[in-house]
């Protein structure tokens, strides 16, 4: 069974740019979270979807969104990127959707700012 | 204060070594728990999952629970050089407002050495 898959694996941008991250989920799995990891704050929840549907926000700017698709896929867009939006990206999927579900990870794709 | 606290260590032992990794946390929602494990370069990898006070074995690893005293642990034994990793704690709340959200420990660094 293929784990989660995200792409780009590397992108570098420079500030003021906007950048899209991909992630397919686990199959069969419909619930899908994004997390920011970087060295200082660890790693971070940014928003959940499930059916389509964000369900839960972190505490990030609204230049930060998202969205799924129909098959479950989900993608995440940053815009007017910052220098401080450098960080390993971070996509996981679970079944359905609550705490109670256990979340595996996909890869990552590490975002360098210049 | 963080809600999920973890020492970043690093922590170095000898192969063959028991190792224990432990977290606290301070949100009584908290109902779920969960350990990682992430190689350099790999996102995080559900290496534990559970959801009551007590223990949880699989193979080389145990995970213990104390929700009296909001601490979680990971003991590896017999450690192996192929151990060496970042070890992330995690929780969820049952549901409610926080669809999807982990919070994570900031992991702690290990290094078995042969």
């Known amino acids: 069974k293929a784990g989660v898959t995200q792409t780009p694996r590397y992108l570098i941008k420079t500030r003021g740019q906007q950048v899209t991250l991909s992630c397919s989920p686990i199959?069969?799995?419909?619930?899908v979270s994004w997390y920011q990891q970087t060295p200082g704050q660890g790693l971070q929840f940014l928003f959940e979807?499930?059916?389509?549907?964000?369900?839960n926000k972190g505490n990030f700017p609204g230049r930060f969104s998202g969205r799924q698709f129909s098959n479950s896929r989900s993608e995440m867009n940053v815009s007017t990127l910052e220098l401080g939006d450098s960080a390993l990206y971070l996509c996981?999927?679970?079944?359905?959707?609550?705490?109670?579900?256990?979340?595996?990870f996909g890869d990552g794709t590490r975002l360098s700012i210049l | 204060q963080k809600e999920v606290e973890q020492d970043p260590g690093p922590l170095s032992v000898p192969e063959g070594a028991i190792v224990s990794l432990n977290c606290t946390y301070s949100?009584?929602?908290?109902?779920?728990f969960m350990w990682y494990r992430q190689y350099s370069r790999k996102g995080p990898e559900l290496l534990m999952y559970?959801?009551?006070?007590g223990n949880k074995e699989d193979g080389r690893f145990t995970a213990q629970v104390d929700k009296s005293s909001k601490y979680i642990s990971l003991f590896i034994r017999d450690s192996q050089p192929s151990d060496s990793a970042t070890y992330l704690c995690?929780?969820?709340?049952?549901?409610?407002?926080?669809?999807?959200?982990?919070?994570f420990g900031q992991g702690t660094i290990l290094t078995v050495h042969p």
């Open positions: 996981a999927s679970s079944p359905r959707e609550g705490g109670n579900q256990p979340q595996h």
């Open positions: 199959s069969g799995h419909r619930s």
């Open positions: 979807y499930f059916s389509e549907t964000q369900r």
């Open positions: 949100n009584s929602a908290f109902q779920y």
């Open positions: 559970t959801y009551s006070s």
């Open positions: 995690a929780t969820s709340n049952a549901g409610g407002t926080s669809y999807g959200k982990l919070t």
